[in-house]
């Protein structure tokens, strides 16, 4: 009688589903944005899947990465958001917004979420706040941040143009909202070209004390 030879097998609770977000803060506002590719490998699964999800009215949560844990986590942070506003009468910061963000990215330290995030809103001033993660809940407040499937080709692009590294003869000129829209636009169309993850329109929310405006862009879609 043959035995066959051990066979191995292999099983993730995980999936790159890909997409890319990025934040900027400005003087009085804050920009976030998304592609809306859902892939995985070399499938599109949908062209039209946004990674922005609103907290508050002066606050959008950007998150992509694995979907299911993309949808979970964001439905958990939605309902804290929702109870810390019953509880206490009024609508939670964005500061305190990131702290409760970091908790629940830490307490699931040991099976992660397979999420890129990036929290964007106004602070108590008015001020443009974007804050940064990794996936274990480390996170501090930046003026730019990029993540997910195209962030190492978005981040360069941010640290010249609005972090003006390697420009020491550079004339430093504060961020109009208008720039900042356009810069998003411009460097979300150079990722499409080079990331398959990432592609099909870049949704931008313009976060002012006045509320959240969104507006669509196509992008390559092949």
């Known amino acids: 009688m043959e035995v066959s030879g051990a066979t191995e097998r292999r099983f993730s609770p995980y999936t790159d589903n890909g997409g890319t977000v990025l934040g900027v803060a400005g003087e009085d506002f804050a920009v976030v944005a998304s592609d809306t590719r859902l892939s995985e490998y070399y499938s ?30 964001t ?10 506003e019953y509880e206490h009468g009024r609508t939670i910061s964005c500061p305190a917004t990131a702290e409760m963000l970091s908790k629940k990215l830490y307490y699931r330290r040991f099976f992660p979420f397979y999420t890129y995030n ?10 443009g706040a974007v804050y940064g993660f990794d996936p274990i809940g480390s996170f501090e407040r930046e003026t730019f941040r990029a993540s997910g499937s195209a962030a190492s080709l978005l981040q360069p692009l941010l640290d010249n143009q609005i972090g003006y590294h390697n420009q020491p003869n550079a004339k430093r000129e504060p961020l109009s909202m208008e720039k900042a829209v356009a810069l998003v636009r411009e460097v979300f169309s150079c990722a499409a070209e080079r990331d398959i993850q990432t592609g099909d ?14 507006e669509l862009f196509p ?3 092949d």
């Open 44 to 73: 599109i699964h949908a062209r039209d899947v946004s990674k922005l999800f609103r907290l508050s009215p002066h606050m959008v949560l950007g998150c992509a990465g694995f979907y299911g844990d993309v949808l979970t986590l």
């Open 75 to 84: 439905k958990e942070m939605n309902m804290a958001t929702q109870i810390y």
């Open 118 to 127: 990036v929290l964007v809103g106004l602070d108590a001033e008015g001020k």
């Open 201 to 214: 329109g870049v949704v931008i929310s313009v976060i002012t004390k006045d509320g959240i405006r969104e």
């Open 219 to 221: 992008l390559r879609s």
